[in-house]
């Protein structure tokens, strides 16, 4: 491709026109100052597109904060519910992790990815209130051991795939 230099003119910051830049920002193609590039992990992008993936990637609703404790309650209430018919308690540590990871996945897909704030927080909260509900409703000792594994195992996974780190 040729490139003629005549036609090239200068161009100005979006925000601030009486700045010459040929800086733009690699998302919506504005020319953007020094002043308004910001380096994001994938390159330099105009202060509006940072702040609009900021708000995308922090797309749950308060709905979403029902679906996710919903879901986590249900799923991992199940699962609390199969550790009762486990015989020694130890096994629970196999048999969590996995559900652990089921749970998340379970959460990612209600929600369609959208991720909260405090999904990380509602999701594990609704995991320990979850297994304590099984517990009583099973008549099972409130201080059943392999439960409560089973219940910190579980809400450690669910917290650590969806605290709010990028
Ligand atoms: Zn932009
Ligand atoms: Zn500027």
Redesign the pocket.
């Known amino acids: 491709m040729q490139t003629n230099i005549e036609q090239e003119q200068l161009t100005y910051?979006a925000?601030?026109p009486d700045?010459e830049t040929g800086l733009r920002c690699n998302k919506c193609e504005r020319y953007?100052?020094a002043?308004?590039a910001v380096l994001t992990p994938v390159g330099y992008r105009c202060r509006e597109c940072v702040r609009t993936v900021d708000n995308k990637f922090f797309t749950g609703t308060n709905q979403d904060y029902l679906i996710v404790a919903a879901v986590a309650a249900i799923s991992s209430g199940l699962g609390a519910a199969a550790m009762l018919f486990i015989p020694i308690w130890l096994f629970v540590i196999f048999i969590a992790l996995p559900i652990g990871g089921g749970v998340a996945y379970l959460i990612r897909r209600a929600v369609q990815g959208r991720r909260g704030r405090y999904t990380g927080y509602v999701g594990a909260a609704a995991v320990v209130i979850a297994t304590v509900i099984v517990m009583l409703i099973s008549r099972t000792d409130l201080i059943n051991i392999g439960l409560w594994v089973y219940a910190g195992i579980v809400a450690g996974i669910v917290y650590n795939r969806f605290d709010g780190k990028l």
């Open positions: 910051c925000v601030h700045r953007m100052c002043q308004c």
